[in-house]
C-alpha cells in the first residue's frame, strides 16, 4: 500500500513539473481557439490530475479538454488518463495471466488450441528457446543463413514482447545480388544490417511470421498494407464490446499504429461496422480525413468486411481469458477472413476516447468499475 502510495504521488509530481511546459507549448493556442485563460487552464489541468481520472497536462490538451463549448464538467472528468492503466490492471486483472497478452508466442500457441485464426509463424530468433516444431534461429549467423536461405518472403519480423508496433519490420523480399532486404514501404536494408538491427532485443526474442493480405475491398481502398481493428471487451461475466475502431496505415508506415505521423484513426459503429469518419493528428493539431491520401478512396462510411466474425471471434476469445477483465484485440481482415493479430492488457485509453470525443468512465465501464471498487467520480 506504501509502496502503491508513493507512485501515485511520484506521478503526480511528475506531472506537476511538466506542467509548466504543456502550458507554454500549447495553452496559447487553446487561449485563442477557446476564450479560456492560462489561469484557468492550469487549474482545470491540476483538478483533472487530482481527480478520479487522472490526466496528465499533455492529455488535457490532447482531448481539448479546454474546449468549454465542446464538454461540460463532467464530460472532462469521465476522461481518463494513461496513469489509470495501472489502476485498471489492479483492479481487473490477475497478473498471472499478463504473460498471456505480452508474450506472442505464448498467446498464437493459445489461439491455435482455441481455434482462433492467427498469422501462421516461420521462425523464431531466440538463443535457447523453442516453440514446438518452428525453425529456432540462435544467432546473428543463423539469422542471416535464415533469410538469404529458408526465409519465406513476403514476411514480417517482430519482437516477441513488443508492444504498440515499434520494431516492426515488413519484408517484401531479399535482393540477392545486393544482399539486401526490400521492406513493404520502398526501403532497403542490407542483411548484415538487419541481423545488427535485431540483435539486442535477441534476449526477448523475435517472431517471423507471414505477411497478411488485406480483405480485397481493402486492398482496392488502402493498398497492401494490413489496416486492423481494435475491439475492447469486458467480461462482466460475459463479453461485452465497448470500444471499436480502426486503424489505418499511409505513406510510408510499415504499421497502422496511430503513432505514425499520418496513420489514421476512426470509431465503427459497432452494430453495423460502418467507419463514421477519420482523422489524423492531435489536440489544436487533428484534421478529419474522408479519403485515404494513397489511393484516394473514400473510407468514411464503408462497411467493413467480416465484420459479425470480427465480433463473436472478440466474445470467443475474451470468454477464454477469465483473468483479463478488459481486453483490447487486434484484428486483420484479410483476403482470409479475420486473422487475430493480438490481444492487449487494457491496450490504453486513449484511442477509444480519442475517436468519439468521450471519456471511457461511463457506461458498462464505469458500472464495472464500480463493482470492483472503485468509484468513479
Not at 147 to 158: C, D, H, I, N, T
Not at 222 to 241: A, H, K, M, N
Request: hydrophobic share 40%; net charge positive; aromatic share 10%.
Amino acid at each position: 500500500m506504501f509502496w502503491r502510495l508513493r507512485q501515485r504521488v511520484s506521478r503526480f509530481c511528475k506531472d506537476f513539473v511538466a506542467l509548466p511546459g504543456e502550458l507554454w507549448e500549447h495553452g496559447r493556442a487553446a487561449r485563442k481557439a477557446s476564450g479560456k485563460s492560462l489561469l484557468s487552464q492550469a487549474i482545470e489541468m491540476i483538478a483533472l490530475r487530482w481527480g478520479k481520472g487522472r490526466l496528465a497536462p499533455y492529455e488535457y490538451y490532447e482531448y481539448c479538454l479546454f474546449d468549454d463549448r465542446r464538454f461540460s464538467p463532467g464530460q472532462k472528468r469521465a476522461f481518463l488518463g494513461r496513469h489509470m492503466t495501472y489502476d485498471l490492471w489492479e483492479l481487473f486483472d490477475s497478473h498471472f495471466w499478463h504473460a498471456i497478452a505480452n508474450d506472442k508466442l505464448v498467446a498464437y500457441g493459445l489461439f491455435d488450441a482455441l481455434q482462433l485464426p492467427s498469422p501462421k509463424l516461420h521462425a523464431l530468433f531466440h538463443p535457447i528457446r523453442r516453440h514446438g516444431p518452428l525453425t529456432a534461429v540462435r544467432d546473428g549467423m543463423q539469422l542471416g543463413q535464415f533469410l538469404r536461405e529458408q526465409a519465406l518472403f513476403p514476411l514480417v519480423a517482430k519482437p516477441v514482447l513488443g508492444m504498440w508496433g515499434k520494431n516492426v519490420y515488413a519484408i517484401e523480399r531479399l535482393e540477392r545480388e545486393s544482399d539486401e532486404l526490400v521492406l513493404t514501404n520502398g526501403q532497403r536494408m542490407a542483411v548484415t544490417d538487419f541481423v545488427v538491427a535485431l540483435e539486442p532485443l535477441a534476449k526477448q526474442g523475435w517472431i517471423f511470421q507471414e505477411l497478411l493480405k488485406p480483405h480485397p475491398l481493402l486492398l482496392e481502398l488502402c493498398g497492401s498494407r494490413i489496416c486492423s481493428v481494435r475491439v475492447v471487451t469486458l467480461l462482466d461475466p460475459e463479453p461485452i464490446v465497448i470500444s471499436t475502431l480502426w486503424k489505418v496505415a499511409v505513406g510510408n508506415a510499415m504499421a497502422d499504429n496511430y503513432w505514425e505521423p499520418g496513420n489514421l484513426v476512426g470509431p465503427i459503429d459497432p452494430e453495423t461496422g460502418v467507419v463514421g469518419r477519420l482523422f489524423t493528428g492531435l489536440g489544436l493539431q487533428r484534421r478529419n480525413v474522408s479519403e485515404h491520401p494513397d489511393t484516394g478512396k473514400r473510407l468514411v462510411g464503408i462497411t467493413l468486411p467480416d465484420w459479425e466474425q470480427v465480433l463473436e471471434l472478440c466474445r470467443e476469445g475474451t470468454a477464454s481469458l477469465p483473468g483479463l477483465k478488459m481486453q483490447a484485440w487486434d484484428i486483420a481482415l484479410t483476403d482470409q477472413g479475420p486473422v487475430m493479430l493480438e490481444v492487449n492488457i487494457i491496450g490504453g485509453v486513449r484511442l477509444p476516447q480519442l475517436v468519439v470525443d468521450a471519456g471511457m468512465n461511463r457506461g458498462p465501464l464505469r458500472e464495472m468499475l464500480r463493482k470492483y471498487g472503485y468509484m468513479p467520480s
